[in-house]
């Protein structure tokens, strides 16, 4: 396993402005879904006794990413709390035509620099995709270029080292090995995602997190929560 905050993932350098650790995002948070938390509380336990390379996600820092937004508009305007209110009404009008969605989450596995549990059913939450792209591109917020498909999924812990001796290489392999197993019965968790949150996600190398501040959220296939679109 390899340190998933390498240089090439960090948002600034190790120098730079600490406003610049920030970047907007669309999440969704399973906050509400206990299912889902006890899911991630038994992957957390899996994680516990290799923390030395690896980094379990706390449970109120649980989410899956749906769409990264650019810091800075073209004219160098960031985009901040108050940009992504304004964004509110076009996302909102994008996603009112789409029901919430079913799906499972599972079985967790590890990537080569992270331990993952990837979503399904994958064309639902691709469609969910470029919904959040339209609504956010109509509301004149910066996107990176599209993915060709979405990846869904939830990451249980982020690799703290890379694992380059023999005895982190063979621990490595272990967990690799133990979590592809550790949660059956029950490698899956079901959950619905029926809103997204408009966040302000920070990035922190030293302690290997990814946090964020909830700004505004979306609610699918409504424009209220509780009242039909």
């Given at each position: 396993m390899r340190r998933f905050l390498n240089p090439?993932?960090?948002?600034?350098?190790?120098?730079?402005?600490?406003e610049d650790r920030i970047t907007p995002h669309v999440l969704w948070l399973p906050h509400d879904q206990p299912q889902v938390l006890a899911y991630f509380a038994r992957f957390r336990d899996v994680l516990a006794p290799y923390q030395d390379f690896i980094t379990p996600v706390a449970e109120r820092d649980l989410h899956a990413t749906m769409?990264?937004?650019?810091?800075?508009?073209?004219?160098?305007?960031?985009i901040d709390a108050k940009r992504l209110r304004q964004a509110t009404p076009a996302v909102q009008e994008a996603l009112a035509a789409v029901a919430p969605i079913g799906i499972e989450i599972g079985p967790p596995r590890a990537s080569a620099s992270a331990a993952v549990a990837d979503m399904w059913p994958e064309e639902e939450l691709h469609q969910l995709y470029l919904g959040v792209r339209a609504g956010l591109d109509a509301a004149g917020l910066p996107l990176p270029p599209p993915?060709?498909?979405?990846?869904?999924?939830?990451?249980?812990?982020?690799?703290?080292?890379?694992?380059?001796?023999p005895e982190l290489a063979t621990r490595s392999d272990r967990l690799a090995s133990v979590l592809g197993r550790a949660l059956r019965p029950g490698a899956r968790v079901r959950a619905t995602v029926s809103s997204l949150w408009l966040v302000?996600?920070?990035?922190?190398?030293v302690t290997n997190t990814y946090t964020f501040e909830r700004v505004q959220e979306i609610h699918l296939g409504r424009t209220e929560p509780g009242k039909g679109s």
């Open positions: 090439e993932r960090l948002w600034t350098t190790p120098d730079g402005l600490d769409q990264k937004i650019k810091r800075r508009d073209r004219d160098g305007r960031r993915a060709d498909w979405y990846w869904g999924h939830m990451t249980g812990g982020y690799g703290l080292e890379d694992t380059n001796t302000l996600e920070r990035q922190d190398p």
